[in-house]
């Protein structure tokens, strides 16, 4: 793996005369974006800057053309079956959004989700859960953070319609085990959405051979935009789907009564589309697939082995998740009983420009049940490199020193 | 504490600055809640000291390791100083409003305001032998017979006692001011000319003679010797161009001029000015308080007519 050559790609990586060199440990906040991405997004706006699809003229044929491969790209590089399977919004919140307020879900209807869930796959639940009457049950984890298979076998019941999971923990890199998880809710009849907002930079996904129904996804945290994002979902299950968000785009033709929807995709995407940052994340999925799954993989385990070595020797740190960094993909969590996890963040911003996130990162349900406060989080990404990961590590151990 | 410290200073910063204009605004926000007994949920003062301590712990650990222990202790000496700074800073600006220095009337210590003490600025008189120093808390009327100077408005209530020189620069600046006073206030002024350089000794006889032959028009000669250049007020012919247009008999001032009694006048006119304990000029006394040095205009008229002077 060139890493010097990849991190070219990067404009911010770039050396600049005006900042020290960043480490950007907030990957799973969001991703950097690499110049085929801005690129993309601004072709769009100096080439085309048009509508798509409803205009005649040429601009619009291209805007038309250029989202269509977009699309193409992204259904791709998820393996889907149709590429009309591929539904644009705005972020993995949206798409989970959609899918639970358009799903015929019925009062006792039973939503399996995990202790330690992002807002995004809790809240929408507890709302239907209010105004539909479904029943929200929560998987409780393994001690070590881990998917509990048991735990969430003993829960399968016939109630249970759907089965919502995060596909990789946004709180601890643990990755569940979504083809067994599929397996075994299929078995019991509930469909399975998974929340892969925080996988896709990282694995690669085939939802084919996943053979999950449902499957969310951001933009912005695989390189591509922010403001974009992919819901899959297999044909025939989005065909069922009643659309919440409707108006234009979404219909062929309308009276003053009634209105005749467009097939798929387009009945799933309302309004007037973000083109540019679709075309972004199409470069941005076709970028991702060309490095190729099996050399990020490689590049980000050894970089979360070297930050876990590290961390683990430095007194009062308590790791979130398993202590084995194999099963905590690109994330490293940790807090400090005596120490806010705000001031560490900032510290580490201020001493040596090393960027991390602090706080409960949309977690809360899980750290209220845990009554922690907050922690830190190292996010890592393949163009990351192992001296960024020694830095860390040296000016952890400084500011341990200090606090 | 922290945030009342850090408002200040990023205020302050925040003149130069958008960034941080915006902490200022958040400093601001955490002042709110504390002075209303509310915890600070902002965030700020946590966000505030990590960045001092990310920075410190760059230069020096144990520093950095020092300032976390002791943080909310260094927070609170600060406050101290700063409310301390802060009355001083109020006390100095009052004072220089009121008496021209930051110090107190007629103290000669560093003034930011006036950094060049240009308001205590004085033509210093030759020292004669006295037993009272001569110091500005020991400077008097008592026992001084004015009743030989000339004075304007004899009958206001308000006295202003203008002891100056004609070929001094600080007087030269502090005349017309003190002239301008007492005609907004109608106050009494009587000038006493103390020829601090030699070369002006004769002017106190000039002074002498012109009041005695008219004292209608003793003030616009006053008027015109301050409003003239100090180098033409030298020449020979100065005075009597200066008598003679505003209609002066120069004979008769003439024959005063050379009257060994003008020369005794001046004499006692002189001792009695000693006896006031001067030692420079100009000084003046508004109703018994004593202003040495060129005072801005608002120092004699706060003197004369009280803090809301503008209002008189």
């Known amino acids: 793996m060139d890493l010097k050559r990849i991190r070219q790609d990067f404009p911010i990586l770039r050396d600049s005369a005006e900042h020290k060199p960043y480490v950007y440990f907030d990957n799973a906040c969001q991703s950097l974006r690499p110049q085929v991405v801005i690129d993309a997004i601004q072709d769009y706006y100096v080439k085309m800057s048009a509508c798509s699809g409803r205009s005649m003229h040429q601009l619009a044929a291209a805007v038309t053309q250029g989202c269509d491969q977009a699309r193409s790209k992204v259904a791709k590089f998820l393996n889907v079956a149709k590429k009309e399977e591929v539904i644009f919004t705005r972020n993995t919140t949206e798409g989970i959004n959609l899918v639970a307020n358009s799903l015929e879900l019925h009062a006792g209807d039973v939503v399996l989700i995990s202790d330690k869930e992002h807002n995004s796959n809790l809240i929408p639940w507890q709302l239907q859960a209010k105004r539909r009457g479904i029943v929200v049950r929560i998987i409780p984890s393994q001690v070590d953070n881990t998917f509990d298979l048991d735990a969430f076998s003993r829960l399968l019941d016939a109630k249970v319609r759907l089965v919502s999971l995060g596909f990789t923990s946004n709180l601890d890199g643990v990755t569940i085990p979504a083809a067994e998880v599929v397996k075994r809710a299929h078995k019991n009849g509930s469909l399975v959405l998974l929340d892969a907002a925080q996988t896709t930079l990282h694995q690669r996904i085939d939802v084919k051979s996943l053979d999950v129904d449902f499957l969310a996804l951001s933009g912005h945290k695989m390189l591509g935009p922010s403001g974009t994002g992919v819901l899959y979902g297999k044909y025939r299950l989005l065909e069922q789907l009643q659309p919440f968000m409707v108006g234009g785009e979404t219909v062929a033709s309308s009276t003053y009564e009634s209105c005749e929807f467009l097939p798929l995709p387009e009945r799933l995407e309302a309004g007037l589309q973000d083109y540019a940052g679709i075309m972004g994340l199409g470069a941005a999925a076709q970028y991702l697939q060309g490095m190729g799954f099996d050399t990020i993989q490689k590049q980000e385990r050894l970089l979360n082995e070297t930050i876990t070595e590290g961390i683990l020797k430095i007194h009062g740190l308590k790791l979130i998740g398993p202590q084995d960094a194999k099963l905590r993909g690109s994330i490293a969590t940790f807090y400090f009983d005596d120490v806010d996890s705000h001031r560490v963040a900032l510290m580490l911003d201020q001493m040596d420009a090393i960027m991390v996130r602090s706080g409960q990162h949309c977690v809360h349900s899980w750290f209220n049940a845990h009554q922690l406060k907050g922690s830190v989080r190292a996010s890592l990404a393949f163009y990351n490199t192992e001296e960024e990961a020694a830095r860390f590590v040296d000016n952890l151990n400084k500011i341990r020193k200090v606090l | ?312």
């Open chain 2, 1 to 312: 504490m922290f945030c009342i410290v850090a408002f200040v200073v990023l205020s302050i910063l925040g003149i130069f600055s958008a960034t941080n204009r915006q902490l200022a605004r958040e400093a601001l926000d955490c002042v709110l809640r504390r002075v209303t007994f509310r915890p600070c949920t902002t965030g700020f003062d946590e966000k505030m000291k990590a960045k001092i301590l990310g920075k410190v712990i760059n230069y020096s650990q144990p520093v950095a390791r020092f300032l976390n222990q002791y943080f909310e202790a260094l927070a609170w000496t600060f406050f101290l100083l700063f409310l301390a700074s802060s009355i001083f800073a109020v006390r100095g600006l009052y004072l220089f409003y009121t008496t021209g220095s930051c110090n107190g009337l007629n103290q000669a210590g560093f003034c930011v305001f006036d950094p060049t003490g240009a308001n205590n600025q004085i033509s210093a008189a030759v020292e004669s032998c006295s037993v009272t120093p001569r110091t500005a808390s020991n400077l008097t009327l008592n026992g001084v017979d004015m009743s030989s100077f000339p004075v304007l408005n004899p009958d206001s209530k308000d006295k202003i006692v203008f002891i100056g020189c004609y070929d001094c620069a600080y007087t030269r600046e502090t005349y017309p001011i003190i002239m301008s006073l007492a005609r907004h206030y109608n106050a009494s002024v009587t000038f006493l000319h103390y020829p601090v350089k030699e070369s002006t000794d004769y002017m106190s006889k000039v002074s002498y003679c012109a009041y005695q032959q008219d004292p209608s028009k003793y003030w616009a000669m006053n008027d015109a010797f301050f409003d003239t250049d100090k180098a033409t007020m030298d020449s020979s012919g100065f005075v009597k161009t200066t008598l003679t247009d505003l209609g002066y008999d120069y004979a008769t001032f003439q024959v005063c001029m050379n009257d060994p009694a003008t020369e005794k006048a001046v004499q006692n006119q002189l001792a009695q000015i000693d006896k006031t304990n001067f030692y420079g000029t100009p000084t003046v006394s508004i109703d018994g308080e004593w202003f040495v040095g060129p005072k801005p205009y608002r120092v004699y008229a706060i003197g004369l007519a009280g803090l809301l002077y503008w209002l008189k």
